[in-house]
């Protein structure tokens, strides 16, 4: 080809969606080029340092608002990577499995989460959840009755469930109640399933759907570790965004971050994306834009990439908060066998990864639960002796109409930080606390096969586990439609081809 | 980490990153240290994710990681992922193009920015063999490795007594720029091999190879599950390749 800026497809944005997109149209041949406005990889998912993190609280943002807090630097700023989208991603799944069919696993790191807690709003304590069937098993705090209902429970809800007698008639119960009534479980044990096991967010989800996302989790166990969940390094949603990335340049995509777009324009059905500060325009037939980098005169060849949703989503917005803090916390003791339980104190290693979880009406009358997250210096999230604790929690607009997300939020920081072993809980050095907006009401949704400026769908809020296979199998359905409006009569290419192993690689591996 | 001192008969991996204008061979030189091999005319980058090559040196022995830019570098649009982590850098450029390398400065400065404080860097003048008159003389000098600066390297044209004026960047400028910086420093051709394997040799010296040790988090980090299948060789994290289940690793 001569002429250099001529591409298959253009993709604007580099979020998680648009760069697992990159890496595999890239990879199945067609030329692209990846274009973000921002200086940095990631987009909304992006992972920054805490000096791009304060940079970024003062910008605008279409899908963050309502920022407060106290954001002063701190020493060794470079050494945090912040996540803007804090997830934890189930060890069997699509973005697993997307990871390793790229390659993209070479990449980046992992840990396992340690721990998962549950605060038990009666006495004010967190209590460690069981993440397997082991863990029952070896667990004190229940009682042999309730430990038998517990272990059928999980066997059920491990296996294929649709269509036994326990489940019939009872699919859009909801999950609480189906519990309560198909299992005899006692309340405790019910809140810590529905919030801590299936991370459910109200009470009203659904039995089916929640059932099958926490066989997922179910599944997920014991791939890796005993914990169902890992949490990748370097603020995990950007790094991975990043990994994808640099596959796609691998396979011969080309990047160009932190220009600003000038014009889009359409004729002789192809694009002209002209870039400020850049020399040549650039072409192509293709173009794949996230929402929240759509250029506005295209809205007649704007198709929204439809995607059935297999995961219940939350329609409003996500109350945040990002504090880092100097002293561990605990999240509950693990599960043990009562001889161990005398060790527990003195032998329990810090806890550098785990979740802690606040059912609803914990310490504020909420429909919604809570969820912390955090993560120390063995995601290399932190530089040594510091922990980015991440908390958030769905919030009703009649919620935000009189609050916000501090005043949210602080309830649930102040018990987090308490569950710190030091007699004084630890000060939060650096906090902020923002909103995740809910996504924009969709236009023009349609299915029409015509238009070739595709928009990929944008994540939507869900639970902690859930986003990131949300994101693969968001991006697989776009680079099905961009393959179909590039190549209408092939078959469309397989969404990993086959690794190819470097020859000077095979030999030590 | 040990007391006696001694490196463990196990290999230490290091990873080592690539940077320099477009053009100058930085493949070629990865290549060459690879698998001993030149390809003239080679289209621009490499399409593997990263190559690996183990370095003997006395009682230790490095496992080079190298990773290429992947073009990323070309509207600067390198991913942060690619400094993170790397103990060494060569940062290369040409001898017989002077821009090369002002842009290899700049690649010094961001290197000191943005990588990890202990990195060791090493400047690399490639192409050298261009401005050898002996070596090169009896063949032409066609195999520059790229068409993109064919302005400098009017291939076979040059008498060889007379390719010494190829050269744009004298030996002494570049050494002293080094030296300044505190950078190593190599001519080097891909092409005949020249200071390609000292290259890697020296660096692999410099490394402060007790320090990765012992910044190495051991498995008592990686929490439960830390002793099982699936555990990684760096870091204590989890591997996710060798944790996967059958089904899922096999590519037949």
């Excluded at chain 1, 405790?188 to 996302?213: G, K, M």
């Excluded at chain 1, 649930?412 to 009401?441: D, E």
């Excluded at chain 2, 190593?184 to 010296?205: H, M, P, Q, W, Y």
């Amino acid at each position: 080809m001569t002429d250099e800026g001529a591409f298959d497809i253009v993709i604007l944005g580099t979020g998680l969606v648009e760069s697992i997109t990159a890496a595999a149209l890239s990879k199945a041949g067609f030329k692209v080029a990846h274009i973000d406005d921002n200086a940095y990889y990631g987009a909304d998912e992006a992972s920054l340092s805490l000096e791009e993190f304060i940079e970024w609280i003062h910008e605008d943002h279409e899908s963050f608002s309502a920022f407060s807090g106290t954001y002063t630097k701190l020493p060794h700023a470079r050494q945090y990577s912040i996540s803007l989208l804090p997830f934890v991603i189930p060890s069997v799944g699509a973005l697993i499995s997307a990871l390793i069919a790229s390659g993209v696993s070479r990449y980046g790191g992992f840990q396992l989460v340690e721990r998962v807690g549950i605060y038990d709003a009666s006495s004010g304590a967190v209590k460690g959840v069981p993440g397997s069937k082991e863990d029952v098993f070896k667990s004190k705090d229940i009682t042999l009755v309730d430990k038998r209902r517990l272990m059928r429970f999980l066997m059920f809800a491990s296996g294929e469930f649709e269509g036994k007698p326990e489940l019939e008639g009872r699919e859009e119960m909801a999950f609480g109640e189906f519990l309560k009534t198909a299992f005899m479980l006692n309340d405790e044990t019910i809140a810590a399933i529905v919030y801590a096991l299936a991370f459910c967010f109200t009470v009203h989800d659904s039995t089916l759907r929640t059932l099958q996302r926490l066989r997922h989790y179910l599944r997920s166990t014991g791939r890796y570790g005993s914990s169902p969940f890992l949490v990748g390094h370097y603020g995990s949603s950007g790094e991975i965004a990043q990994g994808f990335c640099r596959t796609a340049a691998v396979a011969g995509g080309v990047y160009i971050l932190g220009r600003a777009t000038f014009s889009i324009t359409h004729s002789d059905s192809r694009y002209t994306i002209t870039l400020e500060d850049f020399p040549e325009p650039l072409t192509c037939r293709v173009l794949i834009s996230a929402a929240t980098h759509l250029p506005s005169n295209l809205a007649l060849h704007q198709r929204y990439v439809a995607v059935s949703s297999p995961v219940p989503t939350f329609g409003h917005g996500m109350a945040r908060c990002v504090a880092i803090i100097d002293q561990p916390l605990s999240f509950g003791t693990k599960a043990r066998s009562t001889d161990e339980v005398t060790d527990a104190q003195t032998l329990e290693p810090l806890l550098d990864t785990g979740i802690l979880v606040f059912p609803p009406n914990s310490l504020t009358a909420s429909s919604t639960s809570a969820t912390a997250l955090v993560v120390g210096e063995g995601t290399l999230s932190t530089p040594k002796d510091r922990w980015i604790l991440y908390l958030s929690m769905p919030v009703l607009p009649s919620e935000m109409h009189s609050s916000s997300p501090e005043i949210i939020l602080t309830p649930y920081l102040t018990a987090a930080l308490k569950t710190s072993r030091s007699p004084t809980p630890p000060v939060p050095l650096f906090t902020t606390f923002y909103l995740q907006n809910p996504l924009s009401t969709r236009r023009s949704e349609s299915e029409s096969d015509s238009g070739t400026c595709l928009v990929s769908p944008q994540l939507p809020i869900v639970p902690l586990p859930d986003s990131p296979d949300l994101a693969v199998e968001y991006a697989e359905a776009v680079f099905r439609k961009a393959n179909k409006a590039l190549l209408p009569d092939e078959e469309c290419a397989q969404f990993w081809p086959p690794l190819e192993e470097a020859g000077a690689e095979e030999e030590f591996f | 980490m040990a007391e006696s001192g001694s490196v463990p008969d196990k290999s230490v991996q290091v990873k080592l990153v690539l940077l320099g204008e477009a053009a100058v061979g930085k493949s070629s030189v990865v290549l060459r240290f690879v698998s001993n091999e030149f390809q003239a005319n080679k289209e621009p980058t490499i399409g593997a994710a990263f190559l690996t090559q183990k370095c003997r040196l006395e009682d230790r022995v490095l496992r080079y990681e190298i990773w290429d830019t992947a073009g990323q570098e070309r509207f600067h649009s390198l991913a942060p992922m690619y400094y993170r982590n790397a103990q060494a850098a060569v940062v290369v450029y040409d001898v017989t193009k002077a821009t090369s390398l002002e842009k290899a400065k700049s690649w010094v400065k961001e290197l000191q920015r943005q990588a990890n404080p202990n990195i060791v860097i090493a400047l690399a003048g490639n192409k050298v063999d261009l401005v050898q008159p002996s070596a090169s003389s009896s063949g032409n000098n066609s195999e520059s490795e790229d068409e993109a600066d064919d302005a400098t390297a009017t291939p076979g044209e040059a008498p060889s007594g007379e390719s010494e004026s190829l050269r744009q960047v004298p030996r002494e400028e570049a050494q002293a720029y080094a030296t300044e910086a505190g950078l190593l420093f190599f001519e080097t051709s891909a092409k005949t091999g020249e200071g390609i394997v000292d290259l890697f040799t020296e660096i692999a010296r410099k490394i402060p190879i007790e320090h990765i040790l012992a910044s190495t988090r051991g498995a008592g980090r990686a929490g439960p599950g830390a002793n099982r299948a699936g555990v990684s060789r760096q870091e204590g994290g989890v591997n996710l390749e060798q944790g996967a289940k059958p089904k899922d690793a096999c590519n037949c």
